[in-house]
Every structure is written in C-alpha cells, then in structure tokens.
C-alpha cells in the first residue's frame, strides 16, 4: 500500500510543479488552466488527507508527503503576512501583541456562546490588522451564523456511505479489509451504530486499529450495543445526540466490570480546554476502557490524541453514582364498610 500511495504522491507532485510552470508560461487559456489546477488540488488534498490516515513507514514518501503538502499550502500561506487561530478559551486572554498592521487571517472555534463584550474586544483586534485582512469563524451552533459578515458555509454530515469509508480506513489503516472479511463486517455495523459521530469514529477507529482480531472487534460491538440501549432507556437519546450536546452526561456503566454492578458511570465530554487534565483524577484511554476488563476508580479523567493534525485532544470526566431506588408505594389500608342488613 505505501508502494501505492507514494507512487501517486510522486505523480501528482511532478503533474503539480509541471501545472504550475504552464500556467506562468502561458495565459492563453486560462480559465481552463485555473479549473484544472481546481481539480488537481483536490486530488491532491484527497491524498494527502487518505496518506494521513495510515501508518506509513517509507522515509523516502514521508518526504514526497510533507513537499506535497507544503505546496498545497503555500498557496494560502502567500496570501497572509500573518495566520493567527484561536480557540473560545483564549478570546478573553488573547496577547494584543499577535496582532499587526498586515493582512491577516485569523481563525477561532467556537463551541458554547460568545457573549457581545468578548466577540467585540476580538473584532476590534481584528480591525486594527491590515487591509484584506479576514475572520474565519468555526461552530457547530447557528447562533454564532449572527457573528459573520457574508452566509455561512454549512458543512453537511457525510452519507452513511461515506461515514463507513472512513472509518473503514481509519480502522485497518494500510490493512487490506478484504483479507478480514468478519471484522469488516463488524466494523460496517459499527459505523451503523454510530450515526455519523465523528467522535465515536475516530475514538473507536483508533482503538480497533491497534486490536485487529475479531473478538475484540465483536466485544467492542457488544459493549457498544449495551451503552447505546442504556442511553436510550435512561435519557430517551442515543448516545451521539447527548456527546454533542454541551455538558450532557452519557451512561458508560456498560464499559464496568460485574463485580461493578450497582455502580451507574457517567461520562461529560469536556468540549473546552478550561476544565481539561486536572492534575488530582488519575487518567484513562479510551482502550483502557472499551473492553469492559477494567475496574473503574470512582472518579477518573477519560483522555484520547487525534493522529491527525492539529492533533486535538478529546477529554471527558467521568463519576461514580449509585442508582436511585425509588420509595415502594406504600399499601393502602382498607376501609370496613357497614353493609346495611
């Protein structure tokens, strides 16, 4: 497979540096030129994004990877003097002093509301950086749609088709899935289950890529089965709809042990990096935990490291609780009644 892929990152590298000699050379057609570097780019963002998504150990493709990259970036990187991004964490602390008189794109994520006073502070940084200067704005929440100057971009979830691609390549990596019929066939009603969490994929993804025997792969989706079911009777939601929403908890109780039964653990995805890492829970992984063959501490830190840039972390609290047993209603005394003679 690397033999596979570095051959077309060669190809599309001297195509690529071919293109854009032509295209200096000669404007005789150059609309035609500038739709086919369009389409080239693409194809190359494609394989940049599919190389990254496997273990690859050729040195010499590595190197042809990272020029492929560097050039499809070089591009947007001439544009701007400056690239500054920022997360909602940093916009009430942000150094003034990253902000100069050049054209400038700066890039924020949002995942909770901004109120007015800090969304101003921020603009009036942005307005003081020089002309053509630019504001990228990252939400999943409509809300922050008031904040921009022009309509929003909406990105739509991938097809259920496409969701099962990608995890499918995440999950075997250079692997070839034909040669494992039973866990493609796992991993295929996993990415079922899923319903499109991009969470869950590259989380699960992760963890199934280094335990590529079926028994795992069919604990996995046993475990994940029963979450999903107990999710679904305590709140009435599946589990993907409550990680998405801010602060909701999620009934991981299915990941314990049998000697933990009686004990309920809730898990509440930390979505900002305010409440990340406190130095005083101990930490777990993921893979520490999807088997089901470990004794959980009552309180702990769930961690996991995308392998993708820009490499973000994913860290979720999770709590100890016992069940609530309702009060037995109490009986009701029967009334004698007199019946008349």
């Known amino acids: 497979m690397d033999i596979v892929i570095s051959a077309v990152v060669s190809e ?22 500038i739709e086919s570097l369009q389409h080239l780019l693409l ?17 010499r493709m590595l190197v042809q990877l990272k020029t492929l990259k560097e050039a499809m970036y070089r591009g947007i990187r001439s544009s701007y003097s400056s690239i500054l991004h920022f997360s909602e ?30 969304w101003h502070k921020f603009y009036s940084l942005v307005a003081c950086t020089g002309k053509g200067s630019k504001v990228i704005i ?12 022009v309509n929003p971009i909406r990105i739509h979830s991938f097809s259920q088709e496409e969701y099962s691609y990608l995890f499918k390549v995440l999950a075997f990596g250079s692997t070839n899935p034909m040669d494992h019929p039973q866990l493609a066939l796992i991993g295929k009603e996993l990415a079922t289950m899923f ?24 604990r996995t989706l046993e475990l994940f089965r029963v979450i999903m ?10 589990p993907k709809t409550l990680l998405e929403r801010h602060g909701a908890a999620v009934d991981i109780t299915g990941f314990t042990l049998s000697s933990q039964s009686g004990t309920l653990f809730r898990l509440v995805l930390q979505t900002t990096e305010k409440n990340a890492y406190k130095g005083d829970l101990p930490t777990m992984s993921f893979g520490d935990i999807i088997a089901g063959s470990t004794i959980l501490p009552k309180k702990f830190q769930l ?9 973000n972390v994913i860290c979720a609290n999770c709590t100890a609780e016992m069940p609530e047993h309702p009060a ?7 009334k004698s009644c007199n019946l008349p003679a």
């Open 43 to 59: 194809r190359v963002h494609t394989v940049i994004e599919e190389a990254e998504g496997r273990y690859i150990e050729n040195s």
């Open 303 to 311: 961690v996991w490291k995308s392998r993708l840039p820009p490499y």
């Open 12 to 33: 599309l590298v001297s195509r690529f540096i071919s293109f854009l000699s032509k295209k200096y050379t000669s404007k005789a057609c150059l609309k035609e030129n």
């Open 195 to 218: 319903q499109g969490s991009l969470i869950m994929l590259n989380v699960y993804a992760s963890v199934l890529r280094n335990n590529q025997n079926v028994r795992f792969w069919s």
């Open 229 to 238: 079911q107990n999710n679904l009777a305590t709140f009435g939601e599946h």
């Open 138 to 149: 990252i939400s999943r929440s409509e809300k922050h749609a008031r904040l921009g100057t």
């Open 328 to 334: 037995l209603p109490r009986k009701k005394r029967q």
């Open 89 to 118: 964490d940093d916009i009430d602390k942000i150094d003034q002093r990253k902000f100069k008189r050049v054209r400038t794109l700066a890039i924020i994520e949002f995942v909770s509301d901004v109120t007015h006073k800090e």
